[in-house]
T-cell receptor, first 112, second 115 residues
Framework: EAGVAQSPRYKIIEKRQSVAFWCNPI?????LYWYQQILGQGPKLLIQ????????DSQLPKDRFSAERLKGVDSTLKIQPAKLEDSAVYLCASSFSWVEQFFGPGTRLTVL | GDSVTQMEGPVTLSEEAFLTINCTYTATGYPSLFWYVQYPGEGLQLLLKATKADDKGSNKGFEATYRKETTSFHLEKGSVQVSDSAVYFCALSESKETSGSRLTFGEGTQLTVNP
């Protein structure tokens, strides 16, 4: 069974630029999550989708971050404009049930 | 709100030593508890889980018991190997109407096992 796919794996941009990350969840998983993991910290949930609807985006900085999940499958997370403090690993996860989430390899973002 | 506190790291052990990584939590309801592991250059992997009080999760020689009275979920292994070197995250999930099933993670504990 294929795992959660993410791209790109690495991205370096300058502050005030925009960036987008892509996630393809495990086939059949209705729930998709985006987490931000700052170096030395645990992951923090940014947004959770159930099919193509948003369940929880309470910790998403909506002035610069946006996410969508068209057709309830793939998802894109965008940052515009990026700040230095956005440097982190962005993890995508998916789940079939609420008990276990499967994580992708992550995208490491460096903002200069 | 929900929170998870892990013992501070990093932890360095010799091969075959006993491992304990402490984890305590704060939650309003009855959460499920998890240990995730992150090997260098890889994504998070579920190591073990427990969904109710007194449950014991186990996998690959690791164990953790859900202790409601002490709000703890300590990770243990009797004899660590070099291949266990990784970052370990304790996490909880409360399934709620308003917040779905988000995972709340601890800060992570870096484990290094030397031959």
């Amino acid at each position: 069974e294929a795992g959660v796919a993410q791209s790109p794996r690495y991205k370096i941009i300058e502050k005030r630029q925009s960036v987008a990350f892509w996630c393809n969840p495990i086939s059949g998983h209705a729930t998709l999550y985006w987490y931000q993991q700052i170096l030395g910290q645990g992951p923090k949930l940014l947004i959770q989708f159930q099919n193509n609807g948003v369940v929880d985006d309470s910790q998403l900085p909506k002035d610069r971050f946006s996410a969508e999940r068209l057709k309830g499958v793939d998802s894109t997370l965008k940052i515009q404009p990026a700040k230095l403090e956005d440097s982190a690993v962005y993890l995508c996860a998916s789940s079939f049930s609420w008990v276990e989430q499967f994580f992708g390899p992550g995208t490491r973002l460096t903002v200069l | 709100g929900d929170s998870v506190t892990q013992m501070e790291g990093p932890v360095t052990l010799s091969e075959e030593a006993f491992l304990t990584i402490n984890c305590t939590y704060t939650a309003t309801g009855y959460p499920s508890l998890f240990w995730y592991v992150q090997y260098p250059g890889e994504g998070l992997q579920l190591l073990l889980k427990a969904t109710k009080a007194d449950d014991k999760g186990s996998n690959k020689g690791f164990e953790a018991t859900y202790r409601k009275e002490t709000t703890s979920f300590h990770l243990e292994k009797g004899s660590v190997q070099v291949s266990d070197s990784a970052v370990y995250f304790c996490a909880l999930s409360e399934s709620k109407e308003t917040s779905g099933s988000r995972l709340t993670f601890g800060e992570g504990t870096q484990l290094t096992v030397n031959p």
